[in-house]
């Protein structure tokens, strides 16, 4: 039950992060600003629409799940390190860390289905 209301709130969010990053003039300028190409920019929200929609399909499939979590927990360990390397503050950081801790959840909830 936890962790199908922790895939379908990253599921549900991770589409729309994705989804974003396609052309999204704040993100056009944040992944200037961190120094990341476009090319970078559109790969992210291709893996955060993947993770989503993995997410959300787990829902009836744990290892589904497991690996739509995985690609949170990859991603959002790629953007904490991206605020470290701009020397972000630690507020500024705390949606990834949040997104991280949540993705962590469901990748533990459902690890099991992953080993068979």
């Known amino acids: 039950m936890v962790s199908t209301i922790?895939?379908?709130v990253l599921g549900l969010g991770f589409i729309?992060?994705?989804?974003?990053?396609?052309?999204s003039k704040q993100m056009v300028e944040g992944f200037k600003h961190y120094g990341y190409s476009a090319g970078f920019r559109i790969f992210t929200g291709v893996v955060e629409v993947v993770a989503a929609v993995l997410l959300i399909a787990g829902i009836w499939n744990g290892t589904l799940?497991?690996?739509?979590?995985?690609?949170?927990?990859?991603?959002?360990?790629g953007a904490i390190f991206t605020h470290i390397k701009i020397q972000d503050k630690l507020k500024d950081m705390m949606m990834p860390i949040i997104l991280l801790v949540l993705g962590?959840?469901?990748?533990?909830l459902n690890y099991s289905s992953l080993l068979g």
């Open 104 to 108: 962590a959840i469901v990748l533990a």
């Open 65 to 77: 799940a497991a690996i739509g979590s995985f690609l949170v927990v990859a991603t959002m360990i």
């Open 16 to 23: 729309m992060f994705g989804l974003m990053k396609f052309g």
């Open 6 to 8: 922790l895939q379908v």
